[in-house]
């Protein structure tokens, strides 16, 4: 019984995470719930495994369906890639935990816009957000993914829409390929750790990869209207997560 609801919980962060982000609020905790015995950096790291490949099916699938400018998304790519590596290593020099009231304060301005402003999409619906501010985004949701990590595709999907000017559909194909860059250089550290549980990553990664397919084809097929709406449910997760980090510890 306990597998299959954690199966269920990987369809639905792989689903939530294809469109908005955020599938790792719903999957990590549930690991931590059905294996209380396992080592952190195993849950980690075995969750990081499963949700990376759903990642990449979710990329695939948007790219197929959504124009959108290749040259701009691979200089993003890799940007967000270098940057998620240097964040990495400032966890050594300096605790994140410091940073989560701060994190916590920025997303709950941008839940206020996002509930407050009827649209947050630009008026265009733009395939070739700008490049610059897309560097700009992809770097710093890059180093905040190595250095913190909570809500980073949520955030990359918000500021290429709000900020850099993608409509909704297309902010979200960027943010699935941004952040699979960052979220490889996460798993390569965990693999050469030693601490992915392949028997567990798997089935996972399956249940992941199908909810990933499903998500971003009603994203695709729904559009903005759809994002937006799930975007309102996953900021209001993240900012309950961070919450109870900072005041549960209080």
């Not at 240097?86 to 509930?115: D, S």
């Not at 809500?151 to 290429?160: I, K, Q």
């Not at 996972?204 to 971003?216: C, R």
Request: proline share 4%; aromatic share 14%; charged share 10%.
């Amino acid at each position: 019984m306990t597998d299959i609801l954690l199966y269920l919980a990987a369809f639905l962060a792989g689903f939530v995470d294809s469109v908005v982000g955020g599938g790792g609020l719903i999957q990590q905790p549930s690991l931590f719930i059905a294996y209380p015995d396992f080592p952190p950096a195993v849950i980690f790291g075995t969750n990081k495994f499963a949700m990376v490949w759903a990642t990449a099916v979710a990329s695939w699938m948007y790219l197929r369906k959504v124009s959108i400018d290749k040259k701009k998304l691979a200089v993003w790519f890799v940007f967000s890639g270098v940057f998620s590596f240097i964040g990495a290593g400032c966890v050594r020099l300096v605790n994140p935990e410091l940073f989560k009231p701060v994190i916590f304060f920025v997303m709950l301005g941008i839940a206020l816009f996002t509930f407050f402003k009827k649209d947050i999409k630009h008026d265009s619906t733009s395939s070739s957000p700008d490049l610059k501010k897309g560097i700009l985004i992809s770097s710093a949701i890059g180093f905040y993914d190595g250095f913190i990590g909570p809500g980073t595709g949520t955030l990359l999907v918000f500021l290429f829409s709000a900020y850099a000017g993608a409509e909704l559909l297309v902010a979200s194909c960027i943010a699935k390929v941004v952040n699979l860059s960052s979220n490889l250089f996460a798993l390569s550290n965990f693999i050469s750790m030693g601490t992915v549980i392949y028997s567990f990553a798997l089935p996972l990664l399956v249940f992941n990869s199908l909810g990933a397919v499903v998500g971003s084809r009603l994203a695709i097929s729904k559009g903005s209207a759809f994002i937006k709406t799930l975007l309102k449910v996953v900021i209001i997760m993240v900012l309950l997560r961070f919450g109870w980090d900072i005041f549960s510890t209080n």
